[in-house]
């Protein structure tokens, strides 16, 4: 799944990568809580290309699972990684433009019982003036729904709401890199 941005490139989405992990040995918390298993999802990667042994390469599943930006249309473009919208398993990534002109991305995790992100832009979206950091300045937030029905946005930000290095983050990088946990 993807989006459309308002300056006319796509937010591609990586999910479900953890199908091509395996780990025999000892599985991290984090591992864990992303599915990487033993067996893998029978994709049989680790058999041709190490990195994809995660008991091996603990940290390589940490290269997958975020927003892509690409241009369809500009064969000489680069595709980017867009950290500051976090580390998941991301279904898709819808763009609006807020009244105060920020760029909203709204993003679902594409696991049962997960989460429902958004990433407000620190900077206002303007027509026709690069784009360029819009994406990577901003606040990252988690949908907090109440058994009322009502929810509210809270904020994943280092030193705030339990993302504390006493917690096990040791910054805002180790946050959007562990977003999901």
């Known amino acids: 799944a993807h989006g459309y941005t308002p300056w006319g490139t796509y937010l591609t989405c990586e999910e479900n990568f953890n199908g091509y992990f395996v780990n025999a040995g000892t599985l991290t918390a984090e591992q864990r809580r992303y599915g990487i298993s033993a067996t893998g999802a029978g994709y049989r990667w680790h058999e041709h290309d190490e990195r994809f042994n995660a008991a091996l390469h603990p940290n390589e599943p940490n290269r997958f699972g975020w927003v892509v930006e690409i241009d369809p249309f500009d064969p000489t473009s680069t595709p980017i990684k867009r950290t500051a919208l976090g580390r998941i398993k991301h279904e898709g990534a819808w763009v609006t433009v807020a009244s105060d002109r920020r760029v909203v991305v709204y993003m679902g995790d594409d696991e049962r019982f997960e989460y429902i992100y958004k ?44 993302l504390t290095e006493a917690n096990g983050f040791a910054n805002q990088a180790d946050v959007l890199i562990r977003t999901r946990q």
């Open 119 to 162: 990433f407000v832009s620190t900077r206002p979206y303007v027509a026709g003036e690069s784009s360029s950091g819009l994406l990577d300045e901003g606040t990252l937030y988690v949908a907090r729904f109440g058994e009322d029905g009502t929810g509210r946005w809270l904020p994943l930000r280092h030193g705030q709401g339990g």
